[in-house]
């Protein structure tokens, strides 16, 4: 089956403007995941959803940042009055969650966000 | 917050070589999983091994969950096994149950 889809795979942007990424989720996955990776860097934790609980918002660097998920489908990451140390690949991954169980993180290629 | 350590943060082999890499974490975990990350930044899941011993092929990985830390063994390694491998743990208690965080990697570069 498909794999987890982000789009677009690259974006280059003007510094001050808006941005917004997609995430498609594998299907019957219930939990999605939104990562930064600043170039050599590790992976920074943004936001996690799950089913129809509350997001966990706690990694988000600022109130410019905001994602949304429709149900257990599409994810959007929207970035406002973009600045340049926004300049990261932005990652997206679900997995499946249960009360008792976890399944491994499947992740998308990622979308490359340069702001000039 | 849960604190996450790989070691060693950079490891040159040659092809043929075995290796291990370590991941410490601060506090209890019910989810660990091993991904490695190839040059072309491409993330793939080696392992979910929140406890216990697991191989898949030339890897295998061993948590020991009472003791916080996992190891993820690399036998005879090949030049497709370059790129960095992280670890990322979710605490068991304490809220951001499904918060998984990532160490900072294990930069590998196998020579042929």
């Known amino acids: 089956g498909a794999g987890v889809s982000q789009s677009p795979s690259n974006k280059v942007t003007e510094k001050g403007k808006d941005v917004e990424l997609r995430c498609d989720p594998i299907?019957?996955?219930?939990?999605l995941y939104w990562y930064r990776q600043r170039l050599g860097q590790g992976l920074e934790f943004l936001i996690y959803?799950?089913?129809?609980?509350?997001?966990?918002k706690s990694g988000l660097p600022s109130d410019r940042f905001s994602a949304e998920r429709t149900g257990e489908s599409v994810s959007t990451l929207t970035i406002q009055r973009t600045q340049q140390e926004d300049s990261a690949v932005y990652l997206c991954?679900?997995?499946?969650?249960?009360?008792?169980?976890?399944?491994?993180?499947?992740f998308g290629n990622g979308t490359r966000l340069t702001v000039t | 917050g849960i604190q996450v350590e790989q070691s060693p943060p950079d490891l040159i082999l040659q092809e043929g070589a075995n290796s291990t890499l370590r991941c410490n974490f601060s506090d209890s975990v019910n989810n660990l999983q091993w991904f490695h990350q190839n040059p072309w930044g491409q993330l793939i899941n080696l392992f979910y091994?929140?406890?216990g011993t697991k191989q898949n092929g030339r890897l295998s990985a061993t948590t020991v969950a009472t003791e916080r830390y996992s190891l993820l063994y690399i036998s005879s390694s090949q030049t497709t096994d370059s790129g960095v491998y992280f670890c990322a743990v979710e605490r068991e208690y304490g809220g951001s149950q499904g918060n998984l965080i990532f160490g900072k990697g294990t930069k590998l570069s196998v020579k042929p």
């Open positions: 299907s019957g996955h219930t939990a």
């Open positions: 991954a679900s997995s499946l969650v249960g009360q008792d169980y976890n399944s491994p993180l499947h």
């Open positions: 091994i929140p406890s």
């Open positions: 959803f799950q089913g129809n609980s509350a997001p966990d």
